[in-house]
């Protein structure tokens, strides 16, 4: 780069020499004598056309090369400033559009849970008031005992369970009885099982429980009771 200026500078004062002699005629250089201008101030004269300075002798071009480096320096760091701005805007795109695309598909993903667990219920409310009958054959719809009224009504819906209420409730998500949902699966003690599972039931929204146990056969009955008391666990079977 230092060879290239110096290079430049020698061929610019060549070049002046021979633009002065060329335009500077000899009358004209005498009568700019006489009037008090030396022969530099009018070469000086000539070169601040081309925006150069003449200096002893020599064209000095180092104001030229500074402005030009100078804003070639100023152009670099603007676009560097406008590419920063530019991925900034795009990564608060990208950003925006993930978060919206999650809460979609979460939202999403909630109504089909909810369209499913409607459906559910929907299918267990056909066998209300079938009579109650323990040990009930899988698959029968005459009687049913609370697990197979639960693995009947979910097969229905393309959710396979287990026979039994203990090895039902060894699947799907344990919720809290603070979280739950529509479709999900209540497992309570009873008299006669201690203080291990001995009863199940569907969670119907609005603290009611779909179920079968003694008198009444499949009926509703609220959450709050000996339900909520004998409350062991929860399972979420929905995905």
Partial sequence: MIKHKKLKT???TLAATLLVSVAIPTNVSFAATSEGRTQDEIINSVFSKFGWTWNNGTADVKSETKTKEKKDSKSNKEKEKSNKEKEKRNDNTEGST???EKDTKDT???QA???VADTIITTGEKYLGTPYQFGARSGQTSTFDCSSFVQHVYSKNGISLPRS???QATVGTTVSMNNLQK???IFTTTSSSGSTIGHVGIYAGNGKVLHTYGPGGVRYDNFD???KAGFVTAKR???
């Fill in 98 to 100: 993930t978060t919206a």
């Fill in 237 to 239: 079977v929905i995905k």
């Fill in 113 to 115: 849970t909810t369209a």
């Fill in 225 to 227: 009771g000996w339900l």
């Fill in 183 to 185: 479709g999900d699966l």
């Fill in 108 to 110: 999403n993903d909630g």
């Fill in 165 to 167: 209420s203990r090895e």
């Fill in 10 to 12: 020698v061929t610019l």
